[in-house]
């Protein structure tokens, strides 16, 4: 042994490499990821000139509860006849799949020609559950302020909704939403709706201790509008007792109407499309208990409700849902119903000082990153390189950080005490490379940036080089050892607070230190660093003999955009990358150098990555490529392994003039879903291009919902 080896036997193997290359003759990129905010495939064009005779989308899902396609938006096209098409914003809009048993749709898409783009759409690498927003930003009377609400079940997406904006629909059996905020015990306020539905069951709001629907094993449960078996509409609140008031006349009768349903000083009245339609001389709900909204369903059926439908469920549509903190006048009342367009129905409501206001317009494709209640926060980071380098947090690690604002998208932020991330796979002396990455930090103590050591974990290790780390006066150090310590530094210090973009090379053209896209230092002559077997680690390293060494080897401050590549990049790329404009930008750009690990780092918080299960098989005439998992002939089945985990590129190579090109995607709910995402509506977008940036066809597998067994 010598150096830094301590008692450390060593072994070789192959390292994987990247699969395929982004030269300038690949004309499709796939993309799983997030594409407008949802996660999944997208193919576009990335550059060069190819001309197809034809493509064909073929989709095949094991998910959801909705057996319907659609033709999407793409010319041509066919649908399977054991399922049927799906109407306009069902189960979401235009270009949609689900199913509850194996099953497929395919569209054919006749090529424009020849093409010749000059950029490709790509992803973000967020996965996760769809949500529906709250567009109020200011504090409750509670100060809980915005409240995400979570979809569930049979929900569906931009229906035709009044006021001339969209709403969800719920199927009367499965579908919902829930609050992930709790409140403490709402008392005078008004909660208004617009809802249709011609079914005489279901509750359109309700409120409970408890986060689960319908909500019958909570200890509380009031504060719930729904309709009942003879189509009146109930408002109920309990104060010791059933508090309930109904409307003369029934409203299932598939129009659209307004409610407002208030409580207060002034009594517990119920409006209907302005008009008061029932009252009481109560003034107050139940008190002492913290609950959550739910939108869709409640716990009517718990013992003492009078007329409680038949389901808890409701069947039809729902939107311009508001709770304001306050109760609100008749007048008020009516001057809403009375507002014809949606700019002035939204002042209306804004000018009330809504706790909660929630439009229900949503599209399904913006991810929650909160906590998911029942299930634990995320600790795995997606190597987007192909060789499945998963890392993982550990410690004082947030996933959804803001990233840098020169390419956007999101980070993770370190704590500097605890905070770092390691490799699941080990690396036999890499050698000849480049280390990429994007860090912000204020601190005068230092920290790690990257680095390599023979053990996971943050204990001494035996073997340690190839270290990235910011020193105490806020330089960055380069460091390795091949035979003795070769340190090179900055002379300019870098913990001012802003993103940098930081290149460390080694190999036959020495070891040299770029910074935001200028060569910083240079030492020719050290060309390789210590030959063993380690793991890549981000956030903390050993420095510890090291001169130069920072006070703390973990780093408070943020990182982005992490990848090696295992090649030495010349000015010109090195300024490529750090020109990138978007993280789309410097995903191409990082693929196109195959990478041997690539983190991103814009995995979602939300501890729900890695809930569907994907193939993806590419056929060119007889040819068969199995794009994900990486193979040469077909795929295999969909099983856990090949779980959708954030943003990884698949690239196919142009096929020749009149050839015809097949993508058949799989997808299917992985049984390893956690129990507390069970139901969740999970973001899966997958879409086909022959040209970009002409119009790219999109055809999506429908938020399917996460179960725990299939």
Same mark, same amino acid.
């Given at each position: 042994?010598?150096? !830094?080896?301590?008692?450390?036997? %060593?072994?070789? %193997?192959?390292?994987?490499?990247?699969?395929?290359?982004?030269?300038?003759?690949?004309?499709?990129?796939?993309?799983?990821?997030?594409?407008?905010?949802?996660?999944?495939?997208?193919?576009?064009?990335?550059?060069?000139?190819?001309?197809?005779?034809?493509?064909?989308?073929?989709?095949?899902?094991?998910?959801?509860? +909705?057996?319907?396609?659609?033709?999407?938006?793409?010319?041509?096209?066919?649908?399977?006849?054991?399922?049927?098409?799906?109407?306009?914003?069902?189960?979401?809009?235009?270009?949609?799949?689900?199913?509850?048993?194996?099953?497929?749709?395919?569209?054919?898409?006749?090529?424009?020609?020849?093409?010749?783009?000059?950029?490709?759409?790509?992803?973000?690498?967020?996965?996760?559950?769809?949500?529906?927003?709250?567009?109020?930003?200011?504090?409750?009377?509670?100060?809980?302020?915005?409240?995400?609400?979570?979809?569930?079940?049979?929900?569906?997406?931009?229906?035709?909704?009044?006021?001339? *904006?969209?709403? $969800?629909?719920?199927?009367?059996?499965?579908?919902?939403?829930?609050?992930?905020?709790?409140?403490?015990?709402?008392?005078?306020?008004? $909660?208004?709706?617009?809802?249709?539905?011609?079914?005489?069951?279901?509750?359109?709001?309700?409120?409970?201790?408890?986060?689960?629907?319908?909500?019958?094993?909570?200890?509380?449960?009031?504060?719930?509008?729904?309709?009942?078996?003879?189509?009146?509409?109930?408002?109920?609140?309990?104060?010791?007792?059933?508090?309930?008031?109904?409307?003369?006349?029934?409203?299932?009768?598939?129009?659209?109407?307004?409610?407002?349903?208030?409580?207060?000083?002034?009594?517990?009245?119920?409006?209907?499309?302005?008009?008061?339609?029932?009252?009481?001389?109560?003034?107050?709900?139940?008190?002492?208990?913290?609950? =959550?909204?739910?939108?869709?369903?409640?716990?009517?059926?718990?013992?003492?409700?009078?007329? =409680?439908?038949?389901?808890?469920?409701?069947?039809?549509?729902?939107?311009?849902?508001?709770?304001?903190?306050?109760?609100?006048?008749?007048?008020?009342?009516?001057?809403? =119903?009375?507002?014809?367009?949606?700019?002035? /129905?939204?002042?209306?409501?804004?000018?009330?000082?809504?706790?909660?206001?929630?439009?229900?317009?949503?599209?399904?494709?913006?991810?929650?990153?909160?906590?998911?209640?029942?299930?634990?926060?995320?600790?795995?980071?997606?190597?987007?390189?192909?060789?499945?380098?998963?890392?993982?947090?550990?410690?004082?690690?947030?996933?959804?950080?803001?990233?840098?604002?020169?390419?956007?998208?999101?980070?993770?932020?370190?704590?500097?005490?605890?905070?770092?991330?390691?490799?699941?796979?080990?690396?036999?002396?890499?050698?000849?490379?480049?280390?990429?990455?994007?860090?912000? *930090?204020?601190?005068?103590?230092?920290? +790690?940036?990257?680095?390599?050591?023979?053990?996971?974990?943050?204990?001494?290790?035996?073997?340690?080089? %190839?270290?990235?780390?910011?020193?105490?006066?806020?330089?960055?150090?380069?460091?390795?050892?091949?035979?003795?310590?070769?340190?090179?530094?900055?002379?300019?210090?870098?913990?001012?607070?802003?993103?940098?973009?930081?290149?460390?090379?080694?190999?036959?053209?020495?070891?040299?230190?770029?910074?935001?896209?200028?060569?910083?230092?240079?030492?020719?002559?050290?060309?390789?660093?210590?030959?063993?077997?380690? /793991?890549?680690?981000?956030?903390?390293?050993?420095? *510890? /003999?090291?001169?130069?060494?920072?006070?703390?080897?973990?780093?408070?401050?943020?990182?982005?955009?992490?990848?090696?590549?295992?090649?030495?990049?010349?000015?010109?790329?090195?300024?490529?990358?750090?020109?990138?404009?978007?993280?789309?930008?410097?995903?191409?750009?990082?693929?196109?150098?195959?990478?041997?690990?690539?983190?991103?780092?814009?995995?979602?918080?939300?501890?729900?990555?890695?809930?569907?299960?994907?193939?993806?098989?590419?056929?060119?005439?007889?040819? +068969?490529?199995?794009?994900?998992?990486?193979?040469?002939?077909?795929?295999?089945?969909?099983?856990?392994?090949?779980?959708?985990?954030?943003?990884?590129? !698949?690239?196919?190579?142009?096929?020749?003039?009149?050839?015809?090109?097949?993508?058949?995607?799989?997808?299917?709910?992985?049984?390893?879903?956690?129990?507390?995402?069970?139901?969740?509506?999970?973001?899966?977008?997958?879409?086909?291009?022959?040209?970009?940036?002409? *119009?790219?066809?999109?055809?999506?597998?429908? /938020?399917?919902?996460?179960?725990?067994?299939?």
């Amino acid at each position: 042994m010598e150096g !830094r080896t301590i008692g450390v036997s %060593r072994f070789r %193997r192959d390292v994987p490499k990247g699969f395929g290359s982004l030269g300038a003759f690949l004309a499709t990129v796939l993309v799983l990821g997030t594409v407008a905010g949802a996660s999944g495939f997208t193919a576009a064009l990335n550059s060069g000139t190819a001309t197809f005779s034809s493509a064909t989308l073929q989709l095949e899902g094991e998910s959801g509860s +909705n057996n319907c396609f659609s033709t999407g938006t793409g010319s041509g096209g066919s649908i399977d006849t054991n399922v049927t098409a799906c109407t306009v914003g069902s189960p979401v809009p235009s270009g949609s799949l689900s199913s509850s048993a194996a099953s497929s749709a395919t569209t054919t898409l006749q090529s424009p020609g020849s093409t010749n783009a000059t950029s490709a759409t790509m992803a973000t690498g967020s996965c996760g559950v769809a949500e529906l927003s709250d567009s109020d930003a200011t504090t409750d009377w509670s100060g809980t302020g915005p409240d995400t609400a979570l979809t569930f079940g049979g929900l569906a997406y931009l229906a035709s909704g009044p006021l001339g *904006t969209q709403a $969800i629909t719920t199927d009367g059996s499965t579908g919902w939403a829930e609050t992930t905020v709790p409140y403490s015990n709402p008392e005078s306020f008004t $909660i208004l709706a617009w809802f249709k539905t011609s079914t005489d069951q279901g509750s359109i709001v309700g409120f409970a201790a408890n986060q689960t629907a319908p909500s019958t094993t909570s200890s509380s449960n009031d504060r719930i509008l729904w309709i009942d078996p003879t189509g009146h509409l109930v408002w109920g609140v309990y104060n010791g007792a059933d508090k309930e008031v109904t409307s003369s006349s029934t409203y299932a009768n598939g129009s659209w109407h307004f409610v407002a349903a208030t409580i207060g000083s002034g009594g517990q009245k119920l409006y209907v499309d302005g008009g008061l339609v029932a009252s009481s001389s109560n003034t107050s709900a139940q008190t002492g208990y913290s609950g =959550y909204w739910d939108i869709g369903t409640s716990g009517v059926w718990i013992s003492g409700w009078n007329d =409680y439908p038949a389901s808890p469920y409701f069947e039809g549509s729902i939107a311009q849902v508001a709770v304001i903190p306050s109760q609100i006048s008749s007048t008020q009342v009516s001057n809403l =119903y009375a507002d014809s367009t949606l700019s002035t /129905y939204e002042a209306g409501v804004n000018a009330l000082g809504p706790a909660n206001d929630w439009p229900l317009n949503d599209s399904g494709a913006t991810p929650y990153e909160g906590s998911i209640p029942g299930a634990t926060s995320s600790t795995t980071l997606n190597d987007a390189s192909g060789d499945a380098n998963t890392a993982v947090a550990e410690g004082g690690v947030t996933l959804g950080a803001s990233g840098p604002p020169a390419i956007g998208g999101s980070g993770i932020a370190l704590d500097g005490s605890s905070g770092f991330v390691e490799s699941s796979t080990s690396y036999d002396d890499p050698e000849d490379l480049s280390l990429v990455a994007w860090f912000k *930090t204020t601190t005068t103590s230092g920290g +790690n940036i990257v680095g390599f050591t023979n053990l996971q974990g943050d204990s001494a290790p035996g073997d340690s080089d %190839r270290l990235l780390w910011i020193d105490n006066s806020g330089k960055v150090v380069w460091a390795v050892y091949p035979h003795t310590d070769q340190v090179l530094t900055s002379s300019s210090s870098y913990n001012d607070g802003l993103w940098h973009m930081v290149v460390a090379e080694i190999g036959p053209s020495g070891q040299q230190l770029w910074i935001d896209g200028v060569q910083v230092a240079i030492n020719a002559s050290v060309t390789s660093a210590q030959v063993y077997t380690g /793991y890549w680690h981000l956030g903390w390293g050993s420095e *510890t /003999y090291w001169s130069d060494q920072p006070s703390d080897y973990f780093m408070a401050g943020s990182l982005a955009e992490v990848a090696v590549i295992p090649s030495q990049l010349n000015s010109s790329q090195i300024a490529v990358l750090f020109n990138a404009s978007s993280t789309a930008a410097i995903a191409v750009e990082i693929g196109d150098l195959s990478p041997t690990s690539y983190w991103p780092l814009q995995d979602s918080a939300s501890g729900i990555c890695g809930t569907s299960e994907i193939t993806v098989q590419q056929s060119v005439g007889a040819t +068969n490529t199995c794009l994900y998992p990486a193979a040469t002939g077909s795929c295999p089945a969909t099983t856990s392994t090949y779980l959708v985990t954030g943003l990884g590129i !698949r690239s196919m190579v142009a096929p020749t003039s009149s050839t015809a090109v097949v993508i058949t995607i799989k997808m299917k709910l992985s049984s390893a879903s956690p129990t507390g995402v069970a139901g969740l509506h999970e973001l899966a977008d997958i879409g086909f291009g022959t040209a970009k940036p002409a *119009t790219l066809w999109t055809a999506q597998i429908a /938020y399917p919902t996460a179960s725990v067994l299939l």
